[in-house]
């Protein structure tokens, strides 16, 4: 196969960080992928640390995920088209692009009825067995490699895809001019949800979390009101939101928070935490509330992108710490030596 356009420079090998087993992570010299039909060779410039590649790199799995052989982490990256593979025309070499990670069947009846965020065969970055974007080049269907424009950078880029859980949940709430919104959990996954609220037209974004340094950058980014729930209940503030987007994923702020949703309110539970969460029952049935879970996202990236690129949500101030490649299991454990710690990122290479 002879790749259509080629950038100069490309090598054969690169590196990659491989989990092997829990909290054992070493760097390996790989074969750069080869695009196909249809893909884009993109040079991975900036990849965000999520809570789901912490847990993988703790405890080897989450849920029925478990990773069984070597896995490169990562998947919230950005960066440069490289290379053009056969039959690919969206992309020129150069363009800066946000990677979609989960690529689906395009076959089955969610897919076909623009759900395909449920699609049961979707190949989806660092969830096993599929590898991640921790690595210096990743292969992608050029369909899921978003152009970016400027003035958003490779690290913005990557942060499109929490972005896009941001975006979904409100969508799913149905958020819009004049909604009262309340989000439990400032980490990365509630500062862009708040923020995407604010955006969308809601006129009181209420934030809760235990971190007051959080709490300050959720206030920083839009936020009208913060709550720090270790001194105050969310049944003291007489709030009484038409939304809730739970974020935390602990089951005892779900349990709390949905009591607070006022009648006709809509409940989207975002955070991933135990199995099970208790539900206040007479509170959701007397209030006729909507519950709904979120899982990933479908058809996104163009409203994410917008906001970024408008500057109604501000992606830059969650990074928290920049690691080179080589530092990954420093990005990986950051959180347990700064407690201000909120997005690290990493480098793998610089355009």
């Known amino acids: 196969m002879t790749p259509h356009t080629v950038a100069s420079h490309i090598p054969s090998t690169m590196r990659a960080a491989v ?46 995920f478990v990773v069984r052989a070597p896995m490169v982490l990562g998947h919230e990256p950005g960066g440069t088209v490289v290379v053009l593979g056969p039959d690919t025309s969206r992309h020129q070499v150069g363009q800066l692009v946000s990677l979609e990670p989960g690529v689906p069947c395009s076959r089955c009846a969610q897919c076909r009825r623009g759900r395909y965020n449920l699609c049961p065969d979707v190949s989806f970055y660092a969830t096993p067995p599929v590898d991640g974007a921790l690595c210096e080049y990743v292969a992608v269907d050029e369909d899921f490699a978003h152009p970016v424009p400027a003035p958003l950078t490779a690290e913005t880029a990557a942060l499109l895809e929490p ?42 974004v ?21 709550v720090d729930v270790r001194s105050t209940g969310l049944s003291d503030t007489g ?42 029952l007479a509170h959701v049935q007397n209030f006729e509330i909507e519950v709904t879970g979120t899982f990933r996202y479908a058809n996104t990236w163009p409203t994410a992108i917008a906001l ?5 949500v501000e992606l830059d101030r969650l990074i928290s710490h920049r690691y080179p490649l080589e530092a990954v299991e420093n990005a990986l454990t950051a959180a347990d030596r700064d407690s201000t710690t909120v997005k690290p990122l990493v480098r793998p290479t610089t355009g």
């Open 19 to 64: 989990l092997r087993a829990p909290e054992e992570l070493e760097i390996q010299e790989r074969p750069v992928p080869v695009p196909g039909p249809g893909q884009v060779l993109v040079r991975v410039e900036a990849v965000g640390i999520c809570g789901s590649d912490v847990h993988y790199y703790r405890h080897g799995r989450i849920g029925d």
């Open 163 to 204: 972005l896009s859980v941001g975006v979904w949940a409100c969508s799913k709430g149905g958020v819009g001019p004049g909604s009262r919104v309340l989000v439990t959990g400032a980490g990365p996954i509630g500062l862009v949800a708040a923020q995407t609220a604010r955006a969308f037209g809601a006129t009181e």
């Open 206 to 226: 209420v934030v809760t979390d235990v971190a007051p340094h959080r709490l300050e950058l959720a206030r920083q980014l839009g936020a009208t009101t913060t």
């Open 239 to 280: 709030f009484a939101p038409d939304v809730l987007l739970e974020c935390s994923g602990v089951p005892a702020v779900v349990d709390e928070a949905l009591r607070t949703v006022g009648r006709a309110g809509r409940a989207v539970l975002v955070g991933m935490g135990g199995d099970t969460v208790p539900l206040p």
């Open 308 to 312: 970024a690129a408008s500057g109604e």
